[in-house]
């Protein structure tokens, strides 16, 4: 069984930084994609950047030129770093990982960015 345990997150001013974390533990295939997905109150889940276990990145273009993500393929860990952080990037993010065998999701950590 795959687990993915987040941390980060919380309460921080417009233009502020956040650093999110999520470790896999369990049967991951050497091929996996980790990514980042947020969901804003009323609105659709959504994704925010992926990391691909060669090293590919893609990321939604609202975020392009202040989120990176990064992986640490030996702890089977990714991250996001959040930078000049807007109201509008409040939401969940959740950590999602997609293996040969299955997508799993993390229980969510709540970003919030007061303006």
């Known amino acids: 069984q795959v687990q993915l345990v987040e941390s980060g997150g919380g309460l921080v001013q417009a233009g502020g930084s956040l650093r999110l974390s999520c470790a896999a533990s369990?049967?991951?295939?050497?091929?996996?994609?980790m990514a980042w997905k947020r969901q804003a109150p009323g609105k659709q889940r959504e994704l925010v950047a992926a990391?691909?276990?060669?090293?590919?990145?893609n990321y939604a273009d609202s975020v392009k030129g202040r989120f990176t993500i990064s992986r640490d393929n030996a702890k089977n860990t990714v991250y996001l770093h959040l930078n000049s952080l807007k109201p509008e990037d409040t939401a969940v993010y959740y950590c999602?990982?997609?293996?040969?065998?299955?997508?799993?999701w993390g229980q969510g950590t709540q970003v919030t960015v007061s303006s």
């Open positions: 990391v691909t276990s060669g090293g590919t990145t």
């Open positions: 369990g049967s991951i295939s050497s091929f996996n994609i």
């Open positions: 999602n990982l997609r293996t040969t065998w299955g997508e799993y």
